[in-house]
């Protein structure tokens, strides 16, 4: 399955003005790059896939928000939210700051 362009373009429109963001193809997604860290991404399951601080990911889990699982394994600090997590614009441009804040704290690549 191919990501969902809606979502794409949401993600884009919430991450539009921020420096250093590339989008790149990955893992059948499209994925948003901040300063060459993968910040957020469209997945292949039709929703967002979000990079955050693994202790800060694991507060964030809930019934709309999962750990990521990539071939049988679970991806600290990666997030998969379903479209009830980012069902506003308001709530995905929550989720594309706290992706893009944690992206910046990471050292450059």
């Known amino acids: 399955m191919a990501y969902d362009e809606g979502l794409a373009d949401r993600i884009r429109d919430a991450i539009d003005g921020q420096p250093g963001v590339v989008e790149k193809r990955m893992f ?22 979000a990079h955050l601080d693994p ?7 809930g019934p709309h928000v999962t750990r990521t699982v ?13 479209q ?8 995905l441009a929550e989720w594309v700051r706290r992706t893009v ?3 910046r704290s990471l050292p450059p690549k």
Request: aromatic fraction near 6%.
């Open 101 to 103: 804040d944690y992206a």
């Open 28 to 49: 059948g997604g499209l994925a948003f790059l901040v300063d060459g860290h993968m910040a957020i991404a469209a997945n292949s399951k039709g929703e967002a896939m």
């Open 70 to 82: 990539m071939r049988g394994r679970e991806m600290r600090g990666w997030l998969d939210l379903d």
């Open 84 to 91: 009830e997590a980012t069902a506003s614009d308001t709530e």
């Open 55 to 61: 202790d800060v990911a694991e507060e964030l889990l």
